[in-house]
């Protein structure tokens, strides 16, 4: 069953100025009432904490949660390359224009204009506010910004902090959040684990945690929630997410009623270490700003078995360059990981287990010198070397395409708010800016923007016009969530299989990656579908969870997580079977053109794909949201 | 080239922080020497939770040395012996077939143990939220080329600002001393034009909350600064010395 009745939200007017009506027209909370409002955040990365924050600054109470021993840890603080802002610093023609269309095309036409507008409008403030909250960005001799280049964009807006920008945005973040903490308006829950949504009269009104120090489980009430939970690219077992990186808030909260959306727009990172032993627990991110001075090849000749430096130029392949001579090894992360892919199918791949291609930065350092590359890129080839034991400066890296990061999430209008009012998602968790690709850079601008420049303003707009009766942890759905919780958990321990959890995981990241990774087809959808109810019901049988319920318990931790990616992989599969074109990460084999590039199919598929739960063993129910291009023409992405 | 070691394990086991602790011994078996460290414990893990025993406790989360969350003594180091490298960055490459590797939480009383190789680092969060910012709400900031940084500034802000705060210069350091992690937060914001403002405050008030959190004096061992995974520079002390000395005075 399908519907399309599903309402934006989006302001009328023209594009450019639908954000600044909107505010106009918003509700607004009176100061002296906001403190009477409590709101939930789920989430210390760029997102929850520049919420929580921001939310606080405002006067409303604010709890917030994560899972990590201290919000600082999020996952956001591994991001390494930067973090986009239209401000033409470098006077090389970016505007705000600019950078809405590159993510409109970057995206492959199937995000929603208006809120890729308002992302670019206010990347602008999120630069301004981080350099006065002390985020020590690259500076030139001049005292002023600096500026690098990355993928899918023909101007320089990426600031940085050498190659740890995540890290020094989220303390930014991190160090606003403990200013309120201190000024009374956050409490902080840290190890705290969300296992559900409490609804109540229809609204999102809680949320039940386990305290993973003690393992007791807690209720929470407020009266909204903000989940900034960050993405599942984790269902694929390795990948360059943080290792507590899951879909269980999100999942349980789909459970409860809010719509997943666009769930097989998966982005596969085309610079990461490749893989190299069955012991292996995660794949590590090589930044894509290495593509600005690193060229990719592999040999022309798949037999060729001598050392990289060997190779001549007339035998190597630079084959970015050859197919995409505007663009070069700058060319957006879906299509630059399929052509390693494809390299790789035809037997041309490098290394060990011939799943590789070189990122060599010969050239760049002949005409720069070892010096400029190591300012530029350091802390990155050092920790190359620590991984794989190669002198990156001597021999060229070795590098393959690894799950990185989720376009898809949770369906949220232009308020960002789920179709379950009250339910608020930020961030990687929610669907809304990036389509079908997303472009390097712009994670870290959305999770700020939404957090600092966004939610303050619709959150206030839904507290200001909805009338919301008292609820606290006592009502009934509080008390039937915990108990769900519990009887889930102590399912968990009484199996006392013979596999463990990672075993399970790693097992079900593999078939993910074989039949909905970088390439996908109907036969192998349908045979993923047989699949993964068969390993989750194996996993209920089997599976070995040690310790107790109540305790410091990190099998448990991970079994409850594993859980969910088993049931939300299936949504994955089913949004990837039903998506019968190619767009972005998206790459069905049928949908191609002549050369091998992304056939999208407008007609039928210029939609976001929203699924409603309706039962472990039953299908979902799609419901879409029509794209409608007001400002952006839809063309074929060319990056030719 | 990568081949396999075995190893025996002397582990930290500790229930609570109510139950006493005691040094386990393990086998780990077939070990890839291009794993990493965790991956090697993982791989220890697995066996004992097939055997229906708990698994070792031990915090972790990006694995590639940034998020702050790893860290052990390894042989009496604070995250092994390879120098500025995370317990999750290191690799089985680093030791030798037949080698007994001893391994322990971070033992300082601002960091009580929570279960085996897992302590509660929450002091920290506190010493931050003592002063470790910058006023401004969302929204006061100026247009971001308002206030030229010079170069030499934002860098050395950079270097101080990298500290992960995974706690290493507290295990390693004879008396149990934050100073390191707090003068880092101190020199990062305080060498920037955008931190003038509350100098002095910050440097009063966080270094307050340090002794309050119970973590020993500084006597110059350096050891801190050794066993960083950042590279977090002594010098920063001295900067928080001076700041904390002009700021009492001026108090
Ligand atoms: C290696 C790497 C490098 C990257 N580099 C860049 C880059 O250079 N530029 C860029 O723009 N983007 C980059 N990205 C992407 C970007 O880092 C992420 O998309 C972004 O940081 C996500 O932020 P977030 O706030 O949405 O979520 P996260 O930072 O993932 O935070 C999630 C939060 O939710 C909490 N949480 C999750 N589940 C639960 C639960 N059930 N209960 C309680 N709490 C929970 C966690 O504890 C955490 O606090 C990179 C990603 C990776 C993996
Ligand atoms: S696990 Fe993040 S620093 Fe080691």
Excluded at chain 1, 280 to 295: A, I, P, V, W
Aim: charged share 25%; net charge neutral; glycine share 8%.
């Amino acid at each position: 069953m399908t519907s399309n009745g599903l309402d934006s939200k989006t302001p009328s007017g023209p594009m450019a100025e639908k954000w600044t009506r909107h505010k106009f027209d918003m509700k607004l909370v009176n100061p002296a009432n906001k403190r009477k409002y409590t709101v939930i955040v789920v989430g210390t990365g760029l997102a929850g904490a520049s919420a929580s924050a921001t939310l606080s600054e405002l006067g409303y109470k604010v709890k917030t949660f994560c899972i990590q021993d201290s919000p600082r840890r999020a996952h956001s603080i591994a991001a390494q390359g930067g973090i986009n802002a239209a401000k033409n610093y470098q006077n090389d023609g970016d505007s705000v224009y600019r950078l809405f269309y590159d993510t409109i095309k970057g995206g492959d036409f199937r995000s929603r204009e208006a809120n890729v507008h308002r992302l670019a409008e206010v990347s602008v403030n999120i630069i301004d506010q981080c350099v006065a909250q002390g985020v020590p960005f690259a500076r030139e001799y001049g005292g002023l910004l600096d500026n690098r280049s990355f993928g899918g964009a023909q101007v320089s807006r990426t600031f940085y902090a050498r190659g740890q920008t995540g890290q020094q945005l989220l303390l930014g973040a991190y160090s606003a959040l403990m200013k309120e903490v201190t000024a009374g308006g956050v409490t902080l829950f840290p190890r705290r684990e969300m296992l559900d949504l409490v609804v109540v009269d229809g609204r999102a009104r809680g949320i039940v945690v386990r305290n993973l120090l003690t393992g007791k489980l807690e209720s929470h009430a407020g009266d909204a929630v903000l989940l900034c939970t960050g993405g599942y690219g984790n269902v694929f077992y390795l990948s360059t997410n943080a290792k507590a990186c899951n879909v269980t808030a999100a999942w349980r909260t789909h459970k409860k009623g809010a719509y997943f959306a666009n769930a097989c727009y998966t982005q596969i990172h085309p610079t990461c270490i490749p893989v190299h032993g069955d012991y292996q627990s995660k794949l590590t991110l090589m930044s894509e700003s290495l593509r600005n001075d690193g060229r990719i090849w592999v040999p022309k000749n798949p037999e060729d078995k001598r050392p990289p430096h060997e190779i001549p130029e007339a035998d190597r392949d630079y084959y970015l360059e050859r197919k995409y001579p505007s663009f070069g090894n700058l060319a957006p992360r879906d299509i630059s990981s399929r052509s390693a892919k494809e390299q790789c199918d035809a037997g041309r791949g490098v290394g060990p287990t011939r799943q590789a291609v070189y990122l060599d930065f010969r050239d760049a350092i002949e005409r720069l010198g070892k010096d400029v590359i190591e300012a530029r890129y350091g802390n990155l080839f050092q920790m190359y070397e620590r991984i794989v034991d190669d002198d990156p400066y001597k021999v060229p890296m070795m590098i393959f395409p690894a799950s990185h990061y989720a376009m898809g999430g949770l369906w949220v209008d232009y308020n960002l708010m789920s179709n379950l009012p009250g339910l608020h998602v930020l961030g990687e968790a929610n669907f809304s800016d990036h389509g079908a690709n997303r472009l390097g850079a712009s994670a870290l601008m959305q999770g700020l923007a939404d957090g600092y420049f966004v939610i303050p303003y619709t959150l206030s707009h839904y507290l200001g016009s909805t009338k919301l009766e008292p609820v606290d942890t006592n009502h009934a759905e509080f008390k039937k969530a915990e108990e769900e919780a519990r009887a889930r958990i102590d399912k968990l321990l009484s199996i006392k299989g013979k596999r463990t959890v990672d075993e399970f995981h790693r097992q079900l990241g593999l078939l993910c990656w074989d039949k909905c990774g970088m390439a996908r087809d109907e036969k192998g959808l349908k045979e993923a579908l047989q699949e993964i109810p068969a390993i989750r019901e194996e996993f209920w049988q089997n599976v070995t969870v040690t310790g107790a319920g109540e305790d410091f318990n990190q099998s448990l931790e991970k079994a409850g997580r594993v859980a969910d990616f088993l049931e939300f992989a299936e949504l994955l599969v089913t949004d990837a079977l039903h998506r019968e074109e190619s767009c972005g990460g998206h790459f069905r084999v049928e949908h191609q053109t002549e050369d091998g590039e992304a056939k999208r199919d407008d007609e039928h598929f210029a939609y976001v794909g929203a699924w409603e739960f309706k039962g472990v063993d039953a299908a979902p129910e799609l419901h879409k949201e029509p794209l409608v291009f007001e400002e952006v023409h839809l063309a074929t992405r060319s990056y030719k | 080239m990568s081949t396999k070691i075995n190893l025996t394990l002397k582990v930290w086991r500790q229930k609570n922080a109510q139950t006493p602790g005691h040094f386990e011994t393990y086998q780990a078996r077939d070990i890839d020497t291009d794993a990493s460290f965790l991956e090697m414990l993982d791989v220890v893990n697995a066996s004992l939770e097939r055997e229906g025993k708990e698994p070792i406790a031990f915090d972790h989360d990006c694995r590639e040395g940034i998020c702050g969350s790893c860290g052990a003594v390894v042989n009496g180091q604070a995250h092994g012996p390879e120098r500025e490298t995370t317990l999750c960055q290191l690799h089985m490459r680093k030791f030798r077939n037949g080698d007994t590797v001893t391994i322990e939480p971070w033992r300082a009383k601002g960091f009580p143990l929570i279960k085996d190789l897992v302590v509660d680092r929450s002091a920290f969060d506190r010493i931050i939220a003592a002063g470790g910012f910058i006023t401004v709400r969302t929204g006061q900031a100026p247009e971001a080329h308002a206030t030229p940084v010079p170069k030499d500034k934002a860098d050395w802000a950079m270097d101080a600002a990298q500290c992960i705060g995974c706690g290493a210069c507290v295990a390693a350091c004879p008396n149990a001393s934050a100073m390191l992690f707090v003068s880092a937060k101190v020199t990062h914001l305080n060498v920037l034009p955008q931190g003038q403002p509350e100098k002095t405050r910050r440097v009063l008030n966080m270094v307050a909350q340090m002794d309050k959190e119970g973590f020993g004096n500084c006597s110059n061992h350096y050891e801190c600064e050794a066993a960083c995974p950042k590279g977090i520079s002594v010098k920063n002390i001295a900067k928080m010395n001076r700041d904390h000395l002009v700021a009492s005075i001026a108090g």
